[in-house]
């Protein structure tokens, strides 16, 4: 079952005031993720951030779009 699915399976059986502050907390903190990704560099392998890190950048749904998708790359390649 995708999420899309399980969306509309659960969100009728809500009352419409729970189901639209849902929506609402749901799109704020995809937005939140979406900007701490754009702007936290990537943490260095082995630190206590990375997982944090990989958490933000999966709700934000940054699939190596965003400017600092490379970082990594970029230090080696200019460095």
């Given amino acids: 079952m995708d999420w ?7 969100l009728p ?5 729970y189901a639209g502050n ?4 749901g ?3 995809v937005a939140l993720c ?8 990537r943490p260095a392998d082995g630190s206590r951030w990375l ?3 990989e958490l933000v950048n999966s709700v ?6 965003a400017a600092n ?3 990594a790359a970029g230090k080696s390649a200019g460095g």
Avoid at 34 to 41: G, N
């Fill in 13 to 17: 059986m809500l009352p419409a005031q």
């Fill in 27 to 29: 799109t704020f903190l």
């Fill in 60 to 65: 934000a749904q940054n699939k190596g779009h």
């Fill in 4 to 10: 899309q699915s399980l969306l509309a399976s659960v």
């Fill in 34 to 41: 979406a900007l701490l990704a754009r702007f936290w560099p």
């Fill in 69 to 71: 998708a490379d970082d």
């Fill in 51 to 53: 997982k944090l890190y």
């Fill in 22 to 25: 849902l929506v609402t907390v």
